[in-house]
């Protein structure tokens, strides 16, 4: 089982930055996929950014060149720094790890934290 646990959320201004972090109850280097996805109104939830146990990294297009996601090993968190915020960045963004065992692959959530950009 893994608990993860985001913070960070809040509400800012278009144009400011936000830093999310999501806290794993396990060590994050036995986790194959970390990652940031995000659920608007009436939306379906989409990835904003991920990042695996190599460092490799993908994100939306949308986050490309605003939003940076980082994995801290020794705290067992990841992290989403979001610049340039954008009324369209609202949303709850949930935390996701993706994790490898010899009988599948499953996947844990944390409950989100809701990110509100307005002026």
């Known amino acids: 089982q893994v608990q993860l646990v985001e913070s960070g959320g809040g509400l800012v201004q278009p144009g400011g930055s936000l830093r999310l972090s999501c806290a794993s109850s396990v060590d994050i280097k036995s986790i194959y996929q970390l990652g940031w996805y995000r659920q608007g109104p009436g939306n379906v939830r989409r990835p904003v950014a991920t990042?695996?146990?190599?460092?490799?990294?993908d994100y939306a297009k949308s986050a490309e060149g605003r939003f940076t996601i980082t994995r801290d090993n020794a705290k067992n968190t990841v992290n989403l720094q979001m610049n340039s915020l954008k009324p369209e960045d609202t949303a709850v963004y949930f935390c996701?790890?993706?994790?490898?065992?010899?009988?599948?692959?499953?996947?844990?959530w944390g409950q989100g934290t809701q990110v509100t950009v307005s002026s």
């Open positions: 990042i695996r146990n190599t460092g490799g990294t």
């Open positions: 996701k790890a993706e994790v490898h065992y010899t009988t599948g692959i499953k996947n844990y």
